[in-house]
């Protein structure tokens, strides 16, 4: 199967809608089962530590605005993708304004994109 990279742009939105919306349920459609993601402390987490941090509220994302062009590289049924946020966060309660680097691996599996692993930093 041909894929474009607006499918992956596509993908992009839907992913920051959610996380803006705190939609767990299109968040589950988003993250492949085998996440493997690095976030800002370095921690090690996986689809459930992410859904179960947005669904208990851990992890609030009041705003998530992507604040240049995403880079992004398609091959195949994957892509990558680079992309710098400016981000409205409250982390266990603590609100946190920060820009931050992504780095995303999307997967076309099942029939959609889904991200399979990745990691944030924030850079100021």
């Keep these: 199967m041909n894929h474009s990279l607006e499918e992956i742009v596509h993908a992009e939105k839907q992913l920051q809608q959610a996380m803006v919306n705190n939609d ?9 089962d085998d996440l493997v993601f690095i976030d800002v ?23 998530v605005e992507f604040v240049e062009e995403p880079v992004m590289q398609l091959y195949g049924e994957s892509a990558i ?3 710098k946020a400016h981000v409205k ?9 920060a820009f931050c680097r ?15 692993s990745g990691t944030v930093r924030i850079i100021s």
Excluded: C, M
């Design 102 to 116: 992504y780095l995303r691996v999307w997967l076309f599996q099942d029939e959609r994109w889904q991200i399979i």
């Design 24 to 32: 767990v349920q299109a968040l589950e459609r988003l993250i492949h």
């Design 41 to 63: 402390e370095g921690n090690v987490q996986g689809k459930r530590d992410d859904i179960e941090s947005h669904a208990s509220g851990a992890v609030v994302q009041t705003a």
């Design 89 to 97: 966060v409250r982390l266990q309660g603590k609100p946190l304004e």
């Design 81 to 83: 993708v680079a992309v």
